[in-house]
Antibody
Framework: QVQLVQSGAEVKKPGASVKVSCKASGYTFTTYDINWVRQATGQGLEWMGW????????GYAQKFQGRVTMTRDTSISTAYMELSSLRSEDTAVYYC????????????????WGQGTLVTVSS | EIVMTQSPATLSMSPGERATLSCRASQSVSSNLAWYQQKPGQAPRLLIY???TRATGIPARFSGSGSGTEFTLTISSLQSEDFAVYYC?????????FGQGTKLEIK
């Protein structure tokens, strides 16, 4: 069965960086894009960006451009999201999610999600 | 960026009742609209995509309708496990954006 297992909670100081991992299993890792979505406590969902594990290509929401980097290590079927210059507003649960399929529309739908990683930014 | 607005923010209903949740886009998203359900402490779950197609394993009591800028999620007969937060999301234009959510609570 498809599983996405994320790394554990992090506490960071303002200005620092955080790197969250997302280990995939149960399918061919390079076939499906991985996206990242975050959710501040008690708030809604915010789409951060996507990464194609096959090519390494990625796309980011403008809000995060320059601060976020999405990468992968295909040898261990793991995707990474690194966010730099952290500020208190970045305190949130970060989710990785796999897309539904390889078609144009299916690549925009998230049908398998990780359990979430809480990142707390505090001095 | 397309803004998605959901209403109401909170909906108080009883099991067995019919629930109707609304979602409006700031510009047309065609039928590129999905609905997700999220329960406390869990990741979201895809319910509906293409405005009206149920995702795999989603019960028939969930249905979606609409196109352009106005969309509706209907739950025909509420079960106890349906009380959760529901988000609409457009995937017509990047960045893909979510509504702020509708909390469906037990009356």
């Amino acid at each position: 069965q498809v599983q996405l297992v994320q790394s554990g909670a992090e506490v960071k100081k303002p200005g620092a960086s955080v790197k969250v991992s997302c280990k995939a299993s149960g399918y061919t890792f390079t076939t499906y894009d991985i996206n990242w979505v975050r959710q501040a406590t008690g708030q809604g969902l915010e789409w951060m960006g996507w990464m194609d594990p096959n090519s390494g290509n990625s796309g980011y929401a403008q809000k995060f451009q320059g601060r976020v980097t999405m990468t992968r290590d295909t040898s261990i079927s793991t995707a990474y999201m690194e966010l730099s210059s952290l500020r208190s507003e970045d305190t949130a649960v970060y989710y990785c999610a796999r897309v539904m399929g390889v078609g144009a529309s299916q690549r925009r739908l998230l049908d398998y999600w990780g359990q979430g990683t809480l990142v707390t930014v505090s001095s | 960026e397309i803004v998605m607005t959901q209403s109401p923010a909170t909906l108080s209903m009883s099991p067995g009742e019919r629930a109707t949740l609304s979602c409006r886009a700031s510009q047309s998203v065609s039928s590129n609209l999905a609905w997700y359900q999220q329960k406390p402490g869990q990741a979201p779950r895809l319910l509906i995509y293409g405005a009206s197609t149920r995702a795999t394993g989603i019960p028939a009591r969930f249905s979606g309708s609409g196109s352009g800028t106005e969309f509706t999620l209907t739950i025909s007969s509420l079960q106890s496990e349906d009380f959760a937060v529901y988000y609409c999301q457009q995937y017509n234009n990047w960045p893909y954006t979510f509504g702020q959510g509708t909390k469906l609570e037990i009356k």
